[in-house]
Each structure stands twice: as structure tokens, then as C-alpha cells.
């Protein structure tokens, strides 16, 4: 069964900071997908990037990086130089490939980013 | 395009009331989901259907069901509600079960 887990409950920073948040997946398959998706307090869920198994490259987008990691089963989301609009809760999830396969969610980190 | 249209935005209703959770896509996408989301548990997935007339049990559910007559149409039913139904939920669609969910606004839904 597939799993992830955010261990990362909240995070606190201080504007023009820079912040790593945690993701460590579990899955049997060699095929998946790694996804995160970010939650303003608006409510609405942004998908931010997906990526898949085979491609370990790491990428960045603007002030946004991600670390993928298959040795250690990890796809670690970078915010540089945070703002106070980053401030939200981010979700990474998982999908494996085989079958009707669907979206595992972790349980968010909240992003606190004050001026 | 409109995307993935969710309604009502907020509901209360009282314990052993009923109601259905209307979602609607227009993209054309095979795939449709239903979450609900809880306080510091993330999503968990109720229901989901890989097609018209085909629907599967997610992680979470019990006290629900769906339909899946067209392709658009995504209903939510919750037959007999009770507290433990009180969550936000959203409904999303994707062409595969790989590829991004496309998420509706989402339904605050108190049970009281």
C-alpha cells in the first residue's frame, strides 16, 4: 500500500527566509508519480508540480525547488527567499501506476511566513 | 471553461438528515474524486469513478455513495448524516489517476 508522510505538522519563518519541507513516500511499485499541491487560507488546492519515478532531476521554478530522492524515498519541496504569501498548507502526494490508480495525500504542512 | 463546479459551497444539517454533494466537470476527464478533508489529516479519498457507470470505494467510505451516469456528473450521497461526517469536501476530475487532479472550490459541511 502506498504511503506518505509529512512529518513537518507546521512550520514558522520569518519573511526572506529559506524553507525546506519534508516528504517521504512509500510504495511498492517502480513506477509512480510524486505530486505537491499547495492550500492557501482561501481554501482552494493548487497543484504546484507532479514528477515521475524515473525522472530524478531536480527542479526549480522560480523561488520554488524540489528534491527527488529515490535512495531515500524523499521529494523534499524549497521555498527561497519566503514570502508572507507562501504562507499556506502544502500537500505532497502519491500515485503508483499500475491499475485505476489514485492520489494517496500526506497530511500537510502548515506554512507560516510572517513579515 | 468553468472546470470542476462544486455546490453548495456551505450546508448544516441535523443528525440522520440527508443531502447529495453536486460536482460537475467540463473538461471531458474519465476520471472524478471525492475527498473530504479533515483538520490535520489531509484528504482521504471516499470515492472515485474511472468512467461513467464505473465507481470504486476510496479509504473513507462508509456512510456515502455515489453515482456515475455521464461523464460531467459526479454526485455525492450522504444518506444518513451524523457528526462524524462534519468535514470539508472536494471533488476533482484528471484524465488518468496519474496525471494533476483539477479541484472544485470545495463544500464546508457541518453536521450538528
Known amino acids: 500500500a502506498q504511503k506518505v508522510t509529512q512529518a513537518q505538522t507546521e512550520i514558522s519563518v520569518v519573511e526572506k527566509e529559506d524553507v525546506t519541507l519534508d516528504c517521504v513516500y512509500e510504495?511498492?511499485?517502480?513506477?509512480?508519480?510524486l505530486f505537491w499541491y499547495k492550500q492557501p487560507p482561501s481554501g482552494e488546492l493548487v497543484f504546484l508540480i507532479r514528477?515521475?519515478?524515473?525522472?530524478?532531476q531536480n527542479e526549480i521554478s522560480g523561488r520554488y525547488s524540489w528534491n527527488f530522492q529515490k535512495s531515500t524515498s524523499s521529494f523534499n519541496f524549497t521555498i527561497t527567499a519566503s514570502q508572507v504569501v507562501d504562507s499556506a498548507v502544502y500537500f505532497c502526494a502519491l500515485s503508483e501506476a499500475g491499475g485505476y490508480s489514485t492520489l494517496t495525500f500526506g497530511k500537510g504542512t502548515m506554512l507560516l511566513v510572517s513579515p | 471553461n468553468a472546470g470542476v463546479t462544486q455546490t453548495p459551497k456551505f450546508r448544516i444539517l441535523k443528525i440522520g438528515q440527508s443531502m447529495t454533494l453536486q460536482c460537475t466537470q467540463d473538461m471531458n476527464h474519465n476520471y472524478m474524486y471525492w475527498y473530504r478533508q479533515d483538520p490535520g489529516m489531509g484528504l482521504k479519498l471516499i470515492y472515485y469513478?474511472?468512467?461513467?457507470?464505473?465507481?470504486d470505494k476510496g479509504e473513507v467510505p462508509n456512510g456515502y455513495n455515489v453515482s456515475r451516469s455521464t461523464t460531467e456528473d459526479f454526485p455525492l450521497r450522504l444518506e444518513l448524516a451524523a457528526p462524524s461526517q462534519t468535514s470539508v469536501y472536494f471533488c476533482?476530475?484528471?484524465?488518468?489517476?496519474?496525471?494533476?487532479?483539477?479541484f472544485g472550490s470545495g463544500t464546508q459541511l457541518s453536521v450538528l
Open positions: 476533482a476530475s484528471s484524465w488518468t489517476g496519474n496525471e494533476k487532479l483539477f
Open positions: 469513478s474511472v468512467g461513467a457507470g464505473i465507481t
Open positions: 514528477r515521475n519515478s524515473f525522472d530524478e
Open positions: 510504495t511498492r511499485d517502480t513506477t509512480y508519480y
